[in-house]
């Protein structure tokens, strides 16, 4: 797959990226539904190989249910063990993107995939010189995690903001990608705030697709729909309400 940077995309794009999250049997179903591809950690994966068995059975269930991209995390105590764990999943398939923790063995790990034609993405970023390291190292996409500035009272999305400001004309720049998005209200900020795309549970992305005002218009619309099935005039339409 051809890698572009967050420029070459806007001009192509229609608005931010939503990678999913969870259980493969759970994110079936939301595959058709606009997504960009699938996102894991190592939490993830540690549940998920506890039901699935092996990380490799697991990254290839994945692969099953969608010809999107899929980034597997992974972890290594140097940069040459990081690529060689890293070839076992790409030589899978070139849906494949690598998830490393922000580390200098990281940042080593980065400029080999970039030259590999491999994409990647720096998780774990906290601060705006990691995300600006993390850039320079040659890596796709950089993560800036949101909620836990909430858990120590500080603002969510402020460090998007930064690096989305710093990045600002830079005609390559990696993708800003919003990381630890639990909720819609944090979903809703890191998009306002000028995140290329953000990874989410697919349940947030369900309540994402709810709003009040949705329901009450469209059981409004429903009900009109139905005067004119009952009246004979949706005749030759497969419907039955």
């Not at 990081?82 to 070839?87: A, F, M, P, R, V």
């Not at 600002?168 to 998009?191: C, D, F, M, Q």
């Not at 009450?216 to 009109?224: A, G, P, V």
Request: glycine share 6%.
């Amino acid at each position: 797959m051809k890698i572009t940077n967050a420029n070459e995309n806007k001009n192509n794009s229609i608005g931010p990226d939503i990678w999913l999250a969870g259980d493969p049997e759970d994110l079936k179903k939301w595959m058709n539904k606009g997504v960009k591809g699938i996102v894991t950690n190592t939490i993830v994966l540690k549940d998920m190989t506890d039901k699935y068995g092996s990380i490799i059975d697991l990254t290839k269930r994945y692969l099953d249910i969608t010809e999107k991209k899929i980034a597997i995390e992974i972890d290594g105590h140097s940069t040459n063990e990081l690529l060689d764990i890293g070839e076992a999943f790409t030589k899978l398939s070139d849906q494949i993107i690598l998830k490393i923790p922000m580390s200098e063995h990281a940042l080593g790990a980065f400029g080999e995939l970039k030259k590999a034609n491999i994409e990647t993405f720096c998780t774990t970023i906290f601060t705006l010189n990691q995300a600006v390291l993390a850039a320079n190292s040659g890596v796709t996409h950089v993560l800036p995690f949101c909620e836990p500035f909430l858990d120590v009272n500080k603002d969510s999305t402020e460090l998007i903001r930064e690096i989305k400001t710093t990045f600002e004309g830079w005609k390559n720049r990696p993708y800003i990608t919003a990381a630890l998005v639990r909720s819609v209200a944090t979903a809703h900020k890191a998009i306002l705030d000028g995140a290329d795309g953000i990874i989410i549970f697919w349940p947030v992305f369900e309540e994402m697709i709810k709003s009040k005002l949705t329901d009450e218009w469209n059981k409004t619309f429903l009900d009109y729909w139905n005067d004119i099935y009952k009246s004979g005039n949706l005749e030759g339409l497969n419907y039955k309400p």
